[in-house]
């Protein structure tokens, strides 16, 4: 399986709402990643989780928590959001950092929030 | 000293054509320089990586050339077809860390 999935596809939420973004692989995959991509630019590093521990937060306001609950499985809460927070978000994965770094990505979840 | 500059910003080719993307960048240090296609509404896929041991690599009708002096990498599409038509990103990473830098990225046409 060399397949990275995430839940749900499309999300609409209202500013006071609280919603989590899914992901899992089955890859073996050690490091697991959140990418925000708005329209028209390349994806922007959120969060990296190496070995279920997080490794990189690139200042992400706190209305977004990750979680890794295993290896294979990979969340963002999301709560209190703002309407420019509305954008693609992608997970990827990869083997883990210690070498080169091929990602795969997921197919997004396309987030609205009003 | 981060940032991986890509051109163009968009590109029209015709069928059977060759589309051409360039990147640069600056850090040395820099050893992983993958392509990424993405079509909308999907997530990047990976289409093509190089490393800075070999000048080219090839696979079916995607070549990466790599100058190592000049600092420069580009993706060349050989017989280009209406569904090439995406999203491609350059992007630079430095094994042993997590962070890829990616280009801004070309939005590609290729005219039937």
């Known amino acids: 399986d060399t397949e990275v999935t995430q839940t749900p596809k499309h999300l609409v939420m209202g500013m006071t709402n609280k919603k989590s973004l899914k992901c899992e692989q089955h890859?073996?995959?050690?490091?697991m990643y959140w990418y925000k991509q708005k329209a028209k630019k390349p994806p922007e590093l959120m969060f990296v989780?190496?070995?279920?521990?997080?490794?990189i937060n690139e200042s992400v306001p706190s209305r977004f928590s990750p979680e890794c609950p295993n290896s294979s499985l990979l969340n963002l809460h999301l709560h209190a959001l703002q309407p420019e927070d509305s954008a693609l978000y992608l997970c990827?994965?990869?083997?883990?950092?210690?070498?080169?770094?091929?990602?795969?990505f997921g197919p997004g979840t396309r987030l609205t929030v009003l | 000293q981060q940032q991986v500059k890509q051109s163009p910003q968009s590109l029209i080719v015709q069928k059977g054509g060759i589309s051409i993307i360039n990147c640069a960048y600056e850090n040395t240090a820099f050893d992983y320089f993958p392509w990424y296609q993405q079509f909308p509404g999907k997530g990047p896929a990976l289409l093509i990586a190089?490393?800075?041991?070999?000048s080219e690599k090839k696979e079916g009708r995607f070549t990466i050339s790599f100058n190592k002096s000049a600092k420069q990498f580009s993706l060349h599409i050989m017989d280009s077809q209406p569904g090439d038509s995406a999203t491609y990103f350059c992007?630079?990473?430095?094994?042993?860390?997590?962070?890829?830098?990616f280009g801004t990225g070309t939005r590609l046409k290729v005219l039937a």
């Open positions: 992007a630079a990473s430095r094994s042993g860390t997590y962070k890829y830098i």
């Open positions: 990827a994965s990869s083997q883990d950092g210690s070498s080169y770094n091929e990602q795969f």
């Open positions: 190089i490393r800075p041991d070999v």
């Open positions: 989780y190496s070995y279920e521990k997080l490794s």
């Open positions: 890859m073996g995959h050690r490091a």
